[in-house]
């Protein structure tokens, strides 16, 4: 059964020494409370809970799934008594806001609590996982009246909430959908229609279930303009604000999924049910997109932990399997055969894990930094900056960290070999897991699309400068230390063809708008890779300064991983640049029916 | 659920228009049996049964699984039936020799046939599957009497083979297995010993399983060079030759998988089981590649089979499902949106798919002319050329077939957005199926070492000079083809890159033998794209010169497809070469221990 340990060391290095949280922390509003020893108690406890409580939950409610029987969906065992621990320990209102019930702290310590919830149980984070995303909406958009009836439930844990967006014909394209609201005569809403793919739209782990649901109002107008978000709740919340009446909502059925086995994602059928509106009419969009924004960022942090436990693993493993000697003569020479761990090539395999792991954590942590500034920062000039980086990197967070949380979850199971495909060793699990993250609240090429098109062309590459700018500083700042020239030199040329690269395509698609999305997703996956080279370069610095002392190991072992992603994983910028430049001409050649000639008769 | 179709057409393509199959049948002796019309007849009635028989058969195998029951294996509902209509139609005998029972038809037809079995449904192809290697064993190695007894009944199809090699302790490793041959007074052995992960190790499916098992004489010599080769029967054929006494070999348990559900494998107990020695004593490693290699081939059509089968159902999925309009303005203007194949970054998937299933047919069939020509090239010289580039390119089929068909299954789940991570499409099942065979009869860095290792390195570069300079004639040949110079040039200087590659491990590695395993998965995959960049270059010329018929279109998407290799896939060798000349340094820096320090308290 395979161990999680949450890295506690690696969290202090990212969060502590290379992106200084205790003075970004000391900064902020509040922020008085997140004192170092806080931090550290809540990381140490987040850490208990995630091994003790959800590690052993994770292989058993894959086995079992999920189980709808009367219209009730049942968790597997276990997982309702580890949420009433979760709430019990206050775990939800974490990062929330005091006026809610929340306990105030940043917003970035709930996103290392995430990272340690998804790399021992997925599935069972996907249950309070999108309550976040939902109180954030409602926080931002919802009435007085609603925040009082809603938010304070979900922001303590007792009730969670979800995001009903899907319909079986639609999901990347929201303005498809069918699912009609229609206005009754106290002021609600009549909510019809059929969702899908609702992750937690019903189980036994809460009292209640606030629904937050796309739909169309009788006068909308066509297309994403004519959305409206509306909070339909599992019971109605009587005078008192408990829940009361059963609503018009129920679970018609429990999809089966490649993974994420332990969690409920249901059909969701409403009929006639009672709904209030969210924001103004038909403007859903915009209130979609700031739970969207959350769970995006939540998804990527979801590739990160999947990429942690699995190396983990695949290290004891590699360890302790004796097998062939190494190339260059025998180094356990007292045992029948080497751990695999002395063979170049199961080396490869780990580091590409680790260099991913923890590149990851520090994109999390930086991105996080900004999450904490886009509303407390200091002033608005402070704030507009948080906001701007904020938003070009969700994309990246998302797309990036799940596309090599899927490879390092795949190397895992190549450095067990056979023994990676057997069930009972967890590997497998970790990529069944991870292969939903590639896929849910928008897919790698969605990302894509997002951060090419919307967010760097769209800003005439304004917001990107904001981003290569931070790394030109950095880079010139380093640029006389001897010691980091190995990583210097080749991120100021990278971040350099950054400009370039977006300029050429900026140019072509003036004149085809098909040339961004032929660029999309190898610009994302590029992006990413620089993205990660520069916080590698200032984890090298870090590391530089601190050998000397009682931990030079450590130092030591973080230099030679952002030596390793440089000269072992970096070079794929090499082929991403040229595709990127390759344009669409090979793409739209060929006509849709041809595609089939080798076998359609 | 997902639809397959042989690529007939395609098949059509690679076999009588690039690679002049007829011709080379023409030459083998008994090739006059294998004339245009019969081929296409097996073709067709092949691919009439892998849809008819076997693909109806794919997800029910997968859902339902096998069950053990009092030592007994049930295979999943209509697998026996299946398999008895494959006996029936003489499938199994195809191409084994008349001497023992076969139609001595050319080995490559069976590996079309292949193809066409692993794509509709892989569980499935795993019971006869290795039958073949057993077969080829006790042809190759086996005494008159062991071919009197087991050969004709393997042919014939009416019982099966197995390999059984890994033990739990060791898989990469042989030389350490435990198994032990006692020598018996009547010349047998007396076999005693536990095998796991043996494929079709115990079934419903035929009367009788004849297991090829490693195992060690007490005298044996340590390590690999003390292995010897044993054919153990499930039940010992009496003086008629048929099933009589039960065998002391049982299954013990079946595995539990992430994929291959319908496919039954096993531990395998040997308590005393009577065995024949199979060859020399402790030669039995040799015995076992002539298996392997078999294998190895096979699990490379495995990785195309099931990458041409996403391919499909990707395409259709593509074509029909309606969401967003195209970046240049809608094209379906009387649908609410135009269907995903409009989108570049969608095409770029199925382009992905189709150029690495096109691809690596070619590559198949290149290979399987080799096997054809192994035993029966006219000449010493022809046979033995085509040795040595069927043992350069076996790890090549092996180990790039299957990571690429494990990315294209991948690319099939992604273009059917979330609804690929359910099960009922039948997306996800293909991934699950695709992943084992990065793993099974040697890891992909197994078959990297073998390439770089033993084929290329050990041979001082000759093995590999015979390929480079086929590929350096037929760029010759064409360097003033001024339709083909998009092809001709990049590849012409890949080869030369190739050899300089080559060269500058090989220096590196006289100095330290560690800098073979840390090139050589890169060096494999670079090797895999070059060769696939000959064969598509290859396949571009002969559509270039079919143009202008009635069937343009066919060959025009053959064009566009190579251009896409070229431009869309190519480009990753630019990754691969750097991480090729980074050397052994970053991979053996860090110490066993060190790598756990982020979270190891």
Redesign the interface.
């Known amino acids: 059964m395979p161990d999680y340990?949450?890295?506690?060391?690696?969290l202090r290095?990212v969060m502590d020494e290379m992106l200084e949280f205790p003075a970004h922390y000391a900064r902020l509003p509040g922020g008085e409370e997140a004192s170092p020893d806080v931090v550290s108690a809540i990381l140490e406890e987040g850490a208990r809970f995630a091994r003790e409580v959800l590690l052993p939950l994770n292989r058993s409610g894959d086995r079992e799934g999920c189980l709808l029987e009367g219209g009730e969906v049942k968790a597997p065992k276990g997982f309702k008594e580890a949420y009433r621990q979760y709430v019990e320990g206050g775990w939800p209102s974490l990062s929330a806001e005091p006026e809610f019930g929340g306990q105030g702290l940043p917003p970035s310590l709930g996103m290392v609590l995430s990272e340690m919830i998804c790399a021992s149980n997925l599935a069972w984070g996907m249950y309070p996982g999108l309550s976040h995303g939902a109180a954030d909406a409602l926080r931002h958009h919802g009435s007085d009246e609603q925040k009082a009836t809603y938010l304070t439930k979900l922001v303590e844990g007792v009730w969670t909430g979800t995001m009903c967006l899907?319909e079986p014909?639609?999901?990347?394209?929201l303005g498809?959908i069918k699912t009609r609201a229609v206005p009754a005569a106290d002021g609600s809403y009549d909510i019809t229609g059929t969702k899908i793919?609702i992750s937690a739209g019903e189980h036994d782990l809460a009292e209640n279930i606030v629904h937050l649901v796309l739909a169309k109002l009788p006068d909308a107008p066509e297309g994403s303009k004519g959305i409206s978000l509306f909070v339909v709740p599992k019971f109605l919340p009587d005078a008192d604000g408990n829940p009361g009446e059963r609503n018009g909502v129920a679970c018609g059925s429990l999809?089966?999924?490649?993974?994420i086995h332990g969690n409920a994602t249901c059909v969701m059928n409403f009929d006639n049910a009672k709904g209030f509106l969210v924001g103004a009419p038909n403007k859903g969009l915009a209130c979609m997109f700031t739970m969207m924004n959350v769970a995006r960022i939540g998804v990527g942090i979801q590739g990160l932990g999947l990429a942690?436990a699995s190396f983990?693993n695949a290290?004891v493993y590699?360890?302790d399997r004796?097998?062939?000697r190494?190339?260059?003569g025998p180094k356990a020479v007292d045992k029948?055969?080497d751990?695999i761990?002395?063979?170049?090539?199961?080396?490869?395999m780990?580091?590409t894990q680790?260099a991913f792991a923890?590149g990851g954590r520090m994109l999390v942590m930086y991105t996080a930094q900004m999450v904490d500034l886009v509303e407390h920062g200091q002033d608005a000039a402070e704030r507009e900056r948080a906001e701007l980086l904020l938003g070009l990197l969700t994309p990246v967070v998302k797309a990036f960290l799940t596309e090599t949380g899927f490879e390092a979850t795949?190397e895992g199971?190549?450095v067990f070999?056979?023994h990676?495909?057997?069930?009972?060793w967890g590997m497998?699990q970790l990529?069944?897991d991870a292969?939903?993250t590639?896929?849910?609240e928008g897919?790698?090429?969605v990302q894509?699309?997002d951060l090419l098109?919307r967010k760097v062309l769209m800003s005439q590459g304004e917001t990107l400068k904001v981003f290569t700018k931070e790394i030109h500083k950095f880079c010139q700042a380093e640029a006389d230390n001897a010691e980091l020239k190995e990583f210097i030199a080749p991120l100021a040329k990278l971040n350099g063809e950054w400009g370039d690269l977006t300029m050429g395509v900026g140019v072509k698609a003036m004149h085809?708008?098909?040339e961004?999305?032929?660029a999309?997703?190898d610009y994302l996956i590029y992006a990413g890779y620089v993205t990660l080279a520069y916080l590698w370069a200032r984890a090298a610095k870090q590391a530089q300064q601190s050998l000397g002392g009682e931990e030079d190991?450590?130092y030591?072992?973080k230099l030679?991983?952002a030596?390793?992603f440089y000269?072992?994983l970096l070079?794929?910028?090499?082929?991403h640049a040229?595709?990127i430049q390759?344009?669409?001409?090979?793409?739209?050649?060929?006509?849709?029916?041809?595609?089939?000639?080798?076998?359609?008769?």
Do not use: W
Request: proline share 4%; aromatic share 6%.
């Open positions: 340990q949450a890295p506690l060391r690696d290095f899907t014909h639609c999901g990347t394209d498809l793919f999809e089966h999924k490649m993974g942690e983990q290290l590699a360890r004796l097998q062939m190494a190339l260059s029948p055969a751990p761990i002395v063979h170049p090539d199961v080396r490869r780990l580091l680790k923890e795949n199971v190549q070999g056979g990676g495909f057997i069930q009972e497998e990529v069944r292969r939903i590639r896929l849910y897919t790698t090429g894509a699309l098109g085809d708008r098909e961004v999305g032929a999309s997703v190991a450590f030591k072992a030679d991983t030596r390793f000269q072992r070079p794929r910028t090499r082929a040229q595709m390759a344009g669409a001409g090979s793409l739209m050649a060929m006509s849709a029916e041809d595609f089939g000639l080798g076998f359609e008769i």
